[in-house]
């Protein structure tokens, strides 16, 4: 059977695209970092969503990004922006995705896996340059060359299934793949319960995309 390690951190978009990936025929294996973001209960329903779904795995690996800081998630002297902002915002963590997938491939080269699934989106409000297709299409190319299963000849593939969706397209393909979203985090400053502050970019974006969708919003708002 197929193999892919899935990033995971719980909320609507990679829980969406772990339903694709299981749904295109892959055993999944999810992964999800604690690399000290402010709202960290989304490794919660980063586990409980593995739980349900049924994947061979679910590892959580520590790294801390806080460390280095420079963007809002994870330094606590950069306030979470609860307006619109122009160009790249500042809850873009620097090389997150870089990492992330570097670490993916490492525990992919391991599993002998066909591909590595990620749900970032290119159409989204942010423009972080970590979510764009040229990143992605670079990324896939390190991967073949820097790795001994990519020399020997075994291609890995870097899927991102929603990098052309918008948020309501990626909501009613979820709903058909039969996603809870009611169970996802995607809040930038969640309580300790995993409730929504509604205010931040990422809560502005996805109640739109249910209202967008013609979905009622499941979000558990503070």
Known sequence: MKKAVVLLSGGLDSVTTLLLAKEQGFECYTLSFNYGQRHYTELKAAN????????????????DLSA????????DKIDVPEEWEEGIPVTYVPARNTVFLSI??????????????????????????DCRPAFITAFEQLANVATKIGVEGKKLNINAPLMKMSKSEIIHEGIRLGVDYSQTVSCYQADHDGKACGKCDSC?????????????DPTRYQ
Do not use: C
């Open 48 to 63: 409980l969503i593995s739980a349900q779904n049924g994947v061979v795995e679910h590892k959580v690996i520590d790294i």
């Open 68 to 75: 280095i800081g420079g963007s809002a998630l994870t330094d």
């Open 104 to 129: 993916a491939l490492g525990w992919a080269e391991v599993l002998s896996a066909d591909a590595i699934f990620v749900g970032v989106n290119a159409v989204d409000y942010s423009g972080y340059p």
């Open 204 to 216: 502005r974006f996805r109640r739109q995309g249910f209202e967008q969708a013609g979905i009622p």
